[in-house]
């Protein structure tokens, strides 16, 4: 038994080898995978992919059939049994699962679990209430909560274990877009200030670009690349990865104006023109995403303006690179990097070259804007109401 | 119909004037087969968690063994605990035949299938992601399950009910095992038997009047339980 090795503070999850069968089919297959210490993993992947089968080897609460998971260094189960893990941990599913009882019981429900005295659960069950905005609620059924509140709910049960490492599978899902953007506010702030170690799976590419410190893209039960969220969303490692994150640019801005739905915003010195039905104040940091088949590119024209696209930016081609097919990825630098995906036939037509300038295209509403939360921004809060 | 206005004149008759005799046999009742509910709680809400959580070979046989045993005939399990407390048989030295001992122990064999099966349903109905979810609370095994019948109890008051109404009603065994004896093993619906064959309809009546109050009461009161954690 390794039962004396002594837990390495600087390692988080591990996992090596890591396979796991399920009626007589591989769902997962990783030869190596880490979670490091204090950061925020999303892993995303289409629907059985194998994500939330990772996750649960991971949380400890399924047994891979091969391979083996480590915390700080030492094997599952070797050093301390799964139960004891288990404590370590804590785990939201895209269903708040709450119990039959009031919010405060559900609330203090895993403290109790642990045995934790009286007084302190009180402590963190109502702090963490509290910064959920759910105090008021305290005493309600659980079972009369609506989607949101109840899903406040299984978040702050889950923060008042303190876990060393928090899990979360899909847990925006099946909220509508208000309660959904205001919770992921609230989420992330709460997940920058306590800094836990963080494993979430989702399906939705704006929830990785806003809280993730690294991306791991899981198809197949096959991990298919990590890094962090630009090099996963702008230089996806191989073309059904590409097609998954549907591969686009990623610009980080500010707001500078917005007239109706029109939004001006600087990115690096260069206006781009978006299309947002959010009410962006000025000055908010925002990311514009654009896939590179929304950008065109043609010979510069002398006209000033010779389309309806309200972004049409000059810039010099820098780099191609051959994507699927018969398809090339151009990437030009416009005073910013804005790359497009044209085919190999536009190319040769338009007898391009690197080095070349040229006009690029794209339309105003085919940039999506998502604000950067703990940003300033004039998104209504929700029911949200930090306490603490 | 005179028979029938006549019984229910006498059951009100026998109630208000509170009847040793009747009372006796009516308490009888209520103690045995509640004893016999209670027992087969007990036993019954364990086997049935288990064979609802718990994955195991032989599980299936199992189930469908508690199954069977929620339709097996009290005449049956009567004739089988005779067997085994008669003199010469088995268990034959506790002298237990003819007590109200051996009532509780044929009527705990006829209810214990039935809470086991309503409770295996009971805790089955749960969403099985909310065992995930417990378990990831830092529930140990123990802990889990105690929370997952604290979650079905709605459902499992259904398995009280249950089993209650199968022994209060059940008449074959106590029949067998109890021996009707006046005094000693007599219970409501084994008297309603004997009355009956012998003519007197009038006290079978009340007797099943009384039977019948009995049960509704009980359950009542359970229903009344079950309600308020519902609409709470």
Same mark, same amino acid.
Not at chain 1, 259 to 264: P, R, W
Not at chain 2, 141 to 144: A, C, E
């Given at each position: 038994?390794?039962?004396a ?9 591990e ?5 796991v069968?399920?009626g007589?089919?591989q769902v997962?297959?990783?030869?190596? *995978?880490?979670?490091?210490p204090g950061?925020?993993?999303v ?6 992919s194998?994500?939330?089968t990772?996750?649960?080897?991971l949380a ?11 915390y700080?260094g ?9 139960l ?10 895209q269903?708040?699962l ?19 005295g009286?007084?302190e659960?009180n402590e963190?069950?109502k702090?963490w209430?509290?910064?959920f905005?759910?105090a008021?609620?305290?005493?309600r059924q659980a079972?009369?909560?609506s989607g ?10 889950? *923060?008042a ?6 899990f ?5 899902t099946a909220l ?7 919770l ?5 702030s709460v997940?920058r ?5 963080t ?7 704006n929830?990785a ?6 991306v791991?893209?899981?198809m197949?039960g096959?991990?298919?690349q990590i ?11 191989d073309e ?5 994150v549907?591969?686009?640019n990623?610009?980080h ?5 917005q ?6 915003l600087?990115t690096n010195?260069q206006?781009?023109?978006a299309i947002s ?5 000025v000055?908010?940091?925002v990311?514009?995403?654009l896939h590179y088949?929304?950008?065109t590119?043609?010979?510069?024209s002398?006209?000033a ?19 699927a097919?018969?398809?090339?990825k151009?990437t030009l630098d ?5 790359a497009?995906v ?7 037509e ?5 080095g070349?300038?040229v006009a690029a ?13 703990g940003?300033?921004s004039?998104l209504?809060?929700g029911v949200?109401e930090?306490?603490? | 119909?005179?028979?029938l206005?006549d019984g ?5 008759q ?12 009516a308490l009888?009742s209520?103690v045995?087969?509640g ?6 709680l ?7 968690s288990?064979?609802a959580?718990a ?10 063994l508690v199954?069977t045993g929620?339709g ?5 399990v009567g004739?089988?605990?005779?067997? *085994?407390?008669w003199?010469?048989g088995p268990?034959g030295?506790?002298?237990?035949l003819y007590?109200p ?9 006829i209810?214990?299938?039935v809470?086991?099966?309503?409770t295996?349903a ?7 992601k ?5 378990q990831?609370?830092?529930?140990s095994?123990?802990?889990?399950v105690?929370l997952?019948l ?7 008051l ?5 089993g209650?109404?199968a022994?209060i ?14 005094g ?8 309603i038997?004997?009355?009956?064959s012998r003519?007197?309809f009038?006290l ?17 009161a359970?229903t009344l339980i079950?309600q308020?954690?519902r609409?709470?």
């Open positions: 038994m390794s039962g090795m002594p837990p390495d503070m600087a390692k988080g999850l996992a090596t080898k890591l396979s069968m399920l007589g089919h997962l297959d990783i030869p190596s *995978f880490d979670v490091r950061e925020v993993l892993i995303i992947g289409p629907n059985g194998g994500k939330t990772l996750l649960l080897s400890s609460l399924l047994k891979p059939t091969t391979g083996t998971v480590l700080q030492i094997p599952y189960r070797e050093g301390l049994s799964a004891q893990l288990r404590r370590k941990f804590a785990v939201v599913f269903e708040p709450l119990l039959n009882t009031t919010v405060w019981d559900n609330v203090a429900l895993g403290l109790r679990l642990r045995r934790i009286h007084h659960t963190r069950v702090k209430l509290a910064r905005g759910m008021p609620l305290a005493r079972r009369s909560l949101g509140e109840a899903k406040r709910v299984s978040l702050a049960r889950a *923060f274990l303190q876990p060393e490492v928090l979360l599978d899909e847990p925006f509508d877009s208000p309660t959904r953007q205001a992921i506010e609230d989420f992330e997940l200030e306590t800094k836990v170690t494993v979430m799976v989702t399906h939705e590419r929830e670009l806003v809280l993730a410190d690294r791991a893209v899981l197949n096959r991990m298919r890094g962090t969220p630009e090099e996963v969303f702008s230089r996806p490692a059904e990865t590409a097609s998954f549907e591969a686009g990623i610009l801005g500010v707001i500078g104006s007239n109706n739905e029109l939004v001006t600087d010195g206006e781009i023109q039905a959010l009410d962006l104040t000055g908010t940091e990311i514009a995403y088949e929304d950008v590119i043609s010979l510069p002398p006209q303006m010779s389309s309806s696209a309200r972004n049409q930016p000059r810039g010099r081609i820098v780099k191609t690179s051959p994507v097919g018969s398809q090339v151009v416009c005073g910013f990097p804005l497009a044209i085919t190999k036939r536009s190319w040769q338009l007898g391009l070259e690197l070349q300038v295209s794209f339309k105003a509403s085919s940039v999506h804007l998502i604000p950067i939360p940003k300033p004039g209504s809060p949200s930090p306490a603490s | 119909m005179g028979v206005a229910v004149v006498q059951a009100f026998l109630l208000i004037h509170g009847d040793p005799k009747v009372i006796q046999i009888l209520l045995v087969s004893m016999a509910t209670l027992l087969s007990c036993a019954g809400i364990p086997v049935g288990a064979l959580l994955r195991f070979p032989g599980r299936q046989v199992l189930v469908s199954n929620m097996a005939p009290p005449v049956v004739l089988v605990v005779t067997i *085994f407390l003199r010469s268990l030295v506790l002298h237990l007590t001992s051996a009532m509780i122990t044929a009527q705990f064999i209810a214990f299938p809470v086991a099966g309503f295996m009971a805790v089955q109905q749960l969403d099985p909310l065992r995930l979810q417990i990831a609370l830092g529930a095994r123990f802990q889990m105690w997952l604290r979650e079905a109890r709605l459902p499992l259904a398995a009280v009910m249950a209650f109404g022994v009603s059940e008449v074959g065994a106590s029949m067998m095992v109890g021996g009707n004896i006046s000693q093993t007599r219970v409501l619906t084994t008297s038997v004997a009355e009956a003519g007197d009038a079978a009546i009340a007797l099943s009047v009384i039977l019948l109050a009995l049960v509704y009461l009980v359950n009542l359970l079950q308020r954690g609409t709470r």
